[in-house]
């Protein structure tokens, strides 16, 4: 073969190569964006758009913007950007911290029991937080609670004093008994207590939520599961089909530029059939993975993490965190943004999930003697002897999380 046509053949295979990578790493919005500015360019590509039903073209483009907007992980993905691609451990870190990221902005797990699942120091996941939370934008992501999540944004806007370092350390008596007994606590003024939590109330509890959208409310589902038998029938039902065909060689003018313009609509669409087969591969492994989820509900949701899609179906933690941006999933029991089936454990040791948990508690606390609520220590004991291996400190997270007071306000409300 001669040396013109070995690089021929090479550059092509590179161009199409580098084209499957472009797609994959698009979100749905910017695939449109692009596919359109493709068609309009090249006289080869015929774009086929089937717009979802009730709403025009503007309508979906500006809806996919919003939702490519609103996403916190495509936001800390590019935050972190620079730390990602060193590669190596540090990517290696940075992606687990990322995967553990909640819709709050919130860890989801300790930075002690992500060490252990990645067989590290809890000192290094440590040392990588920190640099992380420096980082991202705004102030508070990444936070191991609520209380690390206010220290965050008050040393970011440099308004940390001692006493609001003694306010944060004695935070949890404010929920008991009010700021009486924060003052108590403190021993510092009444008048310096209520200033501290003037201040504090300015903050965002939940930074991460400030991305959050609910595209179930304003769209149709991206893809539909039915149950067939022990399995489940999917079926694709993007708004927006992007779809494209390949026009015949135009009769007449140059033949070198319709020829080259052929074989780059040729590349585009095999990137595209690339693009959607990651998309089925993608979601046929968390369907298989959350059957149970899509048939009974939040108390049966295992627990899943973006690495684990990412390692069994071979693409990059970030190509997955792109397929799965803004995809709806229509299933028996109703619509859910993808993003919300992926949970981790709720602690190292258990094997349920986070809304598996919270479901459990959610059921004991609705069947409790109101004269006699139950304490998270209660809590613990039950859920821990029905083999949910949890602390009473996690107890008493998931029960806030779901809106429900202690048992000492509970008693008081009976």
Known sequence: MPLKTQLRVQHRQVFRLGQVVTLLQMSAAELDEHLAAEAQANPMLVLRQRRAAGMSATDVLEMTAVEQANSLYDHVFRELAGLIGQGGLMEKLITALIAELEPSGWLARAPAEIAESLELSGELVETALRVVQ???????????????????????????????????????????????????????????VQDCLALLRRLDPKPGSAFVSDPTLTREPDVRITPSGEGWEIEFLSSWQGDIEIAKLPRGGRASEASEALAKARALKHALDMRVSALKEVVGEIVE???????????????????????????????????????????????????????????????????????????????????????????????????????????SKYRQDIGIHAAAKRRLRA
Do not use: W
């Open 134 to 192: 420096k980082r991202v934008d705004p102030a508070g992501l990444f936070a191991r609670d609520l209380i690390d999540c206010l220290r965050l944004q008050l040393e970011d806007q440099d308004v940390m004093t001692e006493d609001m370092e003694m306010v944060l350390d004695h935070l949890p008596a404010l929920e008991s008994g009010g700021p009486a007994a924060l003052v108590r606590a403190t021993e510092l003024s009444r008048d310096r």
């Open 289 to 395: 993975r959350q059957g149970t989820y899509f048939r009974f509900g939040d108390r049966a949701l295992a627990p899943m993490t973006l690495s684990e899609i990412a390692r069994e179906t071979g693409f990059h933690l970030s190509t997955v965190s792109r397929v799965l941006n803004g995809l709806l999933i229509e299933g028996p029991n109703g619509i859910v943004l993808a993003r919300n089936l992926f949970t981790g454990t709720a602690s190292a040791q258990a094997t349920q999930s986070k809304p598996q948990v919270q479901a459990r508690i959610r059921a004991l606390l609705a069947d409790e003697d109101p004269k006699k609520p139950l304490s998270d220590r209660r809590l613990t004991a039950i859920l821990q002897s029905e083999g949910i291996a949890v602390s009473r400190r996690v107890v």
